[in-house]
């Protein structure tokens, strides 16, 4: 947890302290899963989250925040849902087409295997492999034990690798290379 003061400028100080941390780390994590706008929108929810809970933040802020990005980002999505089914409901606008996470040029075959995981099973390897938590960190923005994560993780890459294999253009005696999260 971090000290809060009760003067209103040493909670200034201490947000603008753990704003700095994870303001950078938080807009790549969002970036990664959605369009510029939302992951804009959502970085705000997130410093608003954590101005308002500050008090709550634990002395590693950066798992706590990714946490409260995958948090608020699920609330986006659902409420852009939401929006896209009553614009359809009406026939009024279609909805927009999808378009790869963050608008990136991206490597096809690691979307197309990632897209034969479970959601679930994508975002552990993308937290593990793109934000570079460990399991311990990975279960504290999942909400479960670090145990727990390691052996989701462990199945998770396993299936990737599987799902990597089956792209064009991968030979299937291809050796893999991993990273080095565990």
């Known amino acids: 947890m971090i000290p809060v003061d009760a003067s209103p400028s040493a909670a ?12 950078e780390p938080v807009r790549r994590y969002l970036a990664r899963r959605t369009d510029t ?5 959502v970085l705000s929810e997130v410093l608003l989250v954590l101005w308002r809970r500050l008090d709550a933040v634990p002395a590693d802020p950066l798992p706590w925040a990714y946490g409260v990005a995958r948090n608020c980002l699920a609330n986006a ?4 849902r939401r929006q896209r089914r009553l614009a359809a409901k009406i026939a009024v606008v ?9 608008g990136q040029a991206t490597d096809e075959r690691v979307y197309a295997a990632l897209s034969g995981l479970s959601d ?10 793109w934000e570079g938590l460990g399991p311990s960190d990975i279960g504290e923005v999942l909400g479960i034990s ?7 993780l462990h199945r998770a890459r396993e299936k ?10 991968t030979a299937g005696h291809e050796r893999l290379i991993e990273g080095s999260g565990q």
């Open 12 to 23: 200034h100080a201490a947000f603008e302290q753990v704003a700095g941390e994870v303001v």
């Open 37 to 41: 706008a939302t992951a804009e929108d």
């Open 77 to 80: 999505e659902r409420s852009s």
């Open 94 to 102: 279609d909805p927009p087409s999808e378009e790869a996470p963050g």
């Open 120 to 129: 679930r099973e994508a975002e552990l390897l993308r937290l593990w492999s």
């Open 146 to 152: 670090a145990n727990a994560a390691s052996i989701r």
């Open 160 to 169: 990737f690798k599987d799902e990597l294999r089956k792209q064009p253009g």
